[in-house]
């Protein structure tokens, strides 16, 4: 009897995903409001050119923390054949690439500033998440329980990796409190709170996108009870960031501003909604789904306001360039976060011929060898 190795992890699409993502998110920040490209001045010198006539530290730290994730899913996106050191630095010419794209562009856009220093920032980022990534694939072991985690929990195929990775990008949404929770759009105000308009177009928003983003959550696990322990979570999760920034960033009289009486009206509706939809057949849940976070964005049409309302800056305790970026991200990632999670529920659980209520067969996953007879 003699003994070979099985391999150990299959390849998942998960890094590719978030790294699509992360590229996305990148252009559309770099780039915001798209509006207002001029011509440059012949005196003008290209940014490579000259020393940053500003430092701003605080952006030094957003701009290297925007590229770690990327750099984080590129090192595990490069084939294995290629050895660590290799894969570092194609992350690292990758980040230099699209970096220098990005600032070369906003030297057309008024608005922006084009720097040397956020060039290097977003490449030292790039470099840290790189390491990171090359962490989580040190110990086999590791990568093969991580691996074994995901097939065991998560729905399996490349959908199942887009529908974790939507699930993150959802939640890193959250990080701006001046949009409710589990809401589409900036609040209106104070004085507004009360509206009965304003409560019932909040309350049925709010209810909507929980009932959505709850079953996105419970269709993305194998089992009904690990759904349900993903929903609590994503919930809890959601609930601690959306504190944690509205305590840091916003002024103490307005902290507790993104709970609104429609939004926590929304949120017990939504959560006793919950409770009997759990049970239903997965391809139910998914029309339903998708139903819910679409209802959640067009309800903001009864309000047009609502849709094309601003971040009250006055609100925030602090204000430099990447305040206007962050919120006009957070608001374009949320606006179109149902549309692209029900295009994704449709691309899984719609297709003729599929059983989405079937549980899907764990595939055995680890570095143990499996025997083998030989003459």
Known sequence: M?????????????????????????????????????????????????????VLWNDVAFNICAYVPLGAALVLVWPRRISRKRRVGLTAVFAVILSF??????????????STLDMLANTVGALLGALLGLLLTVSDRLTGWAAGIRERWVVSGATGD??????????????????????????????AAFEPAVVVVELTQTAAALIGIGLFTDLTMRRRWLGGVALVLVIGIAVLMKTAAAQAVLKPVAWDEWLRPGNALGLA?????????????????SVLAGIALLTGVLTTLLLPDFISAK?????????????????????????????????????????????????????????????????
């Open 2 to 54: 003699t003994w070979s190795a099985q391999p150990a992890i299959p390849r998942s699409a998960l890094a590719v995903w978030v790294a699509v993502i992360c590229v996305g998110v990148i252009i559309y920040a770099s780039l915001q409001p798209f509006t207002g490209w001029t011509a440059l001045p012949a005196t003008v010198r290209f940014f490579l050119w000259q020393l940053p006539q500003r």
């Open 101 to 114: 794209l990005m600032e070369t562009a906003q030297m057309w856009l008024p608005t922006r500033y084009a």
């Open 162 to 191: 887009l529908m974790l990775a939507l699930l993150a990008v959802w939640l890193l949404a959250q990080v701006n409190p001046a949009i409710p929770l589990f809401a589409a759009t900036f609040h209106p105000g104070q004085q």
């Open 269 to 285: 509706t939504g959560a006793f909604a919950l409770m009997l939809l759990f049970w239903l057949p997965r391809r139910a849940k």
């Open 311 to 375: 971040a009250p800056l006055s609100i925030f305790s602090w204000n430099y360039g990447h305040l206007l970026h962050l919120n006009g991200l957070t608001h374009t990632v949320i606006l179109a976060w149902p549309f692209i999670a029900t295009a994704v529920l449709l691309w899984r659980f719609g297709a003729p011929g599929k059983s989405p209520d079937a549980e899907p067969a764990v595939t055995q996953i680890g570095a143990e060898a499996t025997p083998k007879m030989s003459a």
